[in-house]
C-alpha cells in the first residue's frame, strides 16, 4: 500500500515481516534495473533493529539466488566506533545477517573501519574509500543508487543528530561524530552525501516510533529534524513503515 502526499511517498505495511518483505522486493527490482543500465549497483546500508530483518531476508532461500551480489557493492551510512566483533557494531550486524550468509566477493565489502587511531582518521580514510571506489575527481561526490536509512527516536539518520555541527558541514563526504552525549563515538557520511543519492529508503517500524514519525509527517520541527533535511534534488525518497509505528 502507498500513499502519495507533496513531501513524500509513504508505503504502509500491516506488520514488520511484511514491511521486510516490500523493502526486498523494491532492493531487488532496483538492483536489477540499475545493473541492467550501468553494470554495478553501489547501495549504503543502515544499522538499527528495524534493518536487520531486511538482510536476513536477503540472504534467506526465497532470495539469495535472485540477487547479483558480484555485482552489488555494499557501503556503510554509518558506524559506531567499537571494533568489528563488538555487539554494538553494524558492521557485525551486517555480517552476520547477510554478508556471511551469501557470495559477495570481498572487494565488494567497504565497511567504516574503526582500527584507526581515532574517527576522524576513521572518516578520512573512508572518504578515500569512497573517492576510489566511485573514482571521484576532486569537488565531486558520489551518487549511490541507494541509500537505507532508519529514523532515530530524537529524528537523527545515518549519526547526524538534532542540533549538531555535522549537520551544517557541506564539503566531507564523512565526519566523525564524538561528544558527552555520543557514547560511543562514531563515523558518519553527511548530509550533502546522502542526498546526492538516486534512492533512498527511509526504515520505520515499531510503536517507539511513532511519536517522531506523526511529527515529521505533521511537520513538527520546523524542518529542523535531521530526518526533515534529507531531500535530495534529483533523487527519491520512499518512506517504509508498518502499521505499529
Given amino acids: 500500500m502507498s500513499k502519495e502526499t507533496s513531501k513524500l511517498r509513504l508505503r504502509l505495511a500491516k506488520n514488520y515481516e511484511e514491511l521486510c518483505q516490500d523493502v526486498v522486493r523494491n532492493i531487488l527490482a532496483l538492483s536489477e534495473k540499475i545493473i541492467a543500465l550501468r553494470g554495478r549497483f553501489a547501495i549504503a546500508l543502515s544499522g538499527g533493529s528495524t534493518p536487520k530483518g531486511i538482510y536476513a531476508l536477503m540472504a534467506s532461500?526465497?532470495?539469495?539466488?535472485?540477487?547479483?551480489w558480484e555485482k552489488i557493492h555494499f557501503f556503510w551510512g554509518d558506524e559506531r566506533w567499537v571494533s568489528p566483533e563488538d555487539v554494538k557494531s553494524n558492521y557485525r550486524m551486517v555480517a552476520e545477517a547477510l554478508l556471511t550468509r551469501v557470495d559477495i566477493p570481498p572487494g565488494n565489502i567497504h565497511p567504516i573501519r574503526t582500527d584507526h587511531e581515532n574517527p576522524e582518521i576513521s572518516a578520512a580514510f573512508y572518504e578515500k574509500e569512497l573517492v576510489s571506489s566511485f573514482n571521484l575527481k576532486n569537488g565531486e561526490w558520489p551518487h549511490f543508487d541507494l541509500i537505507l536509512l532508519g529514523l532515530g527516536n530524537d529524528g537523527h539518520v545515518a549519526s547526524l543528530?538534532?542540533?549538531?555541527?555535522?549537520?551544517?558541514?557541506t564539503n566531507r563526504l564523512a565526519?566523525?561524530?564524538?561528544?558527552?552525549?555520543?557514547?560511543?563515538?562514531?563515523?558518519?557520511?553527511?548530509?550533502?552525501?546522502?542526498?546526492q543519492a538516486e534512492f533512498i529508503f527511509l526504515l520505520i517500524s515499531g510503536r517507539e516510533k511513532a511519536e517522531i514519525l506523526k511529527a515529521v509527517l505533521?511537520?513538527?520541527?520546523?524542518?529542523?529534524?535531521?530526518?526533515?533535511?534529507?531531500n535530495p534534488q534529483d533523487g527519491e525518497v520512499l518512506w517504509f513503515t508498518d502499521q505499529s509505528a
Avoid at 563515523?187 to 546522502?194: A, F, K, Q, R, W
Avoid at 505533521?218 to 534529507?230: D, R, T
Fill in 61 to 68: 532461500p526465497d532470495y539469495r539466488n535472485r540477487f547479483q
Fill in 161 to 169: 543528530f538534532p542540533g549538531s555541527p555535522e549537520l551544517l558541514l
Fill in 175 to 195: 565526519v566523525p561524530v564524538v561528544g558527552e552525549k555520543i557514547e560511543p563515538s562514531r563515523v558518519t557520511v553527511t548530509l550533502p552525501l546522502i542526498n
Fill in 218 to 230: 505533521e511537520g513538527a520541527g520546523n524542518n529542523s529534524l535531521p530526518v526533515q533535511k534529507v
